[in-house]
């Protein structure tokens, strides 16, 4: 086995994921440009209330993801390198850095809309938690909640496609076990 894995940050899908951000950030837009009287008179969804808020809702999450998007457009750095030491996970917003195996207790899947991920388990939550900004931190304690664990490595963004990527980190990891 290879001692390094290099997965660069596919530029294509970096694109079309930013495109759709940005065309929920103007669907956002268009909710909140709407009359209360033309929401009112609706079939469906015509709530006001209901209509701005997702408005709202849209041009600030997807608003985010846009700009995170971007800014991966422009980084060079790969988007995960996995090797004899651990994980360097650079793949979205919410990356975790270097993960250390001797830290990782585990390799799980975790699926949400038929978005699969890579759930790393971790000796110390916490510890991955808490790294970052207030969005980050935020972040990282969904996926803590939601997963059981804040470490959670999608293909979406990377050169490579998800059964492919899970194969190479159990590859690695089984590897780490070994040595121990």
């Known amino acids: 086995m290879s001692q390094e894995k290099v997965i660069e940050l596919s530029k294509v899908k970096l694109a079309l994921l930013t495109f759709g951000a940005i065309t929920f950030v103007l669907l956002g837009a268009w909710f909140l440009s709407m009359e209360v009287h033309e929401i009112e008179s609706q079939r469906k969804f015509n709530s006001p209330v209901l209509v701005y808020g997702i408005g709202v809702v849209s041009i600030v999450f997807f608003g ?5 998007g971007l800014k991966k457009l422009f980084d060079d750095s790969p988007g995960l390198v996995v090797n004899t030491e651990g994980i360097l996970d650079n793949s979205s917003g919410i990356s ?13 899947e ?10 790393i388990l971790v000796k110390d939550p916490e510890k991955y938690v808490n790294n970052g900004n ?3 931190r935020i972040a990282n304690r969904a996926n ?3 997963c ?6 999608s293909a979406n963004s990377l050169k490579i496609d998800y059964d492919e990527l899970l194969e190479v980190i159990t590859k690695f990891h089984l590897n780490s076990i070994e040595k121990t």
């Open 64 to 68: 985010m993801s846009a700009f995170i």
């Open 96 to 108: 975790a850095g270097i993960i250390p195996w001797k830290e990782i207790v585990g390799i799980g």
């Open 110 to 119: 975790y699926t949400v809309q038929k978005q699969k991920f890579i759930s």
């Open 134 to 136: 207030l969005l980050k």
């Open 144 to 146: 803590l909640k939601m």
């Open 148 to 153: 059981g664990t804040p470490v959670n490595i």
